[in-house]
């Protein structure tokens, strides 16, 4: 069974910026496709960013422009480089992964397409 290990969460001012990590326990198809998700209290989780094998890319709206989604394979390591962060961008941050051929390609920011999570990192943007 993979594990997904989320790092890098923290408390930062409105307009700075953070580096999430995922790290992987397994490697190889099991994570070809990965996206990170969000939930603030009182609110349902929602998809952020998310990469496919070919490097596709998908953004939710609210990101566009200020956050970054990445992988290394050689380190088993998803990231996600947000900047310009404001106090709306506050919740608890999700990674996830699954076989591309069960999310589809493209980066898929349905979080039922996901069936492996990460146990979270918290992110606080104070203004």
């Known amino acids: 069974q993979m594990q997904l290990v989320e790092s890098g969460g923290g408390s930062v001012q409105s307009g700075g910026s953070l580096r999430l990590s995922c790290a992987a326990s397994?490697?190889?198809?099991?994570?070809?496709?990965m996206g990170w998700f969000r939930q603030a209290p009182g609110k349902e989780r929602e998809g952020v960013a998310a990469i496919d094998i070919g490097g596709n890319t998908n953004y939710a709206d609210s990101v566009k422009g200020r956050f970054t989604i990445s992988h290394d394979n050689a380190k088993k390591t998803q990231y996600l480089e947000m900047n310009n962060l404001t106090p709306e961008d506050t919740a608890m941050y999700y990674c996830?992964?699954?076989?591309?051929?069960?999310?589809?390609?493209?980066?898929?920011?349905?979080?039922?397409?996901?069936?492996?999570w990460g146990q979270g990192t918290q992110v606080t943007v104070s203004s």
């Open positions: 397994e490697y190889g198809n099991l994570r070809d496709c």
């Open positions: 996830a992964a699954d076989h591309c051929y069960h999310t589809g390609y493209g980066g898929s920011l349905r979080q039922t397409d996901y069936r492996y």
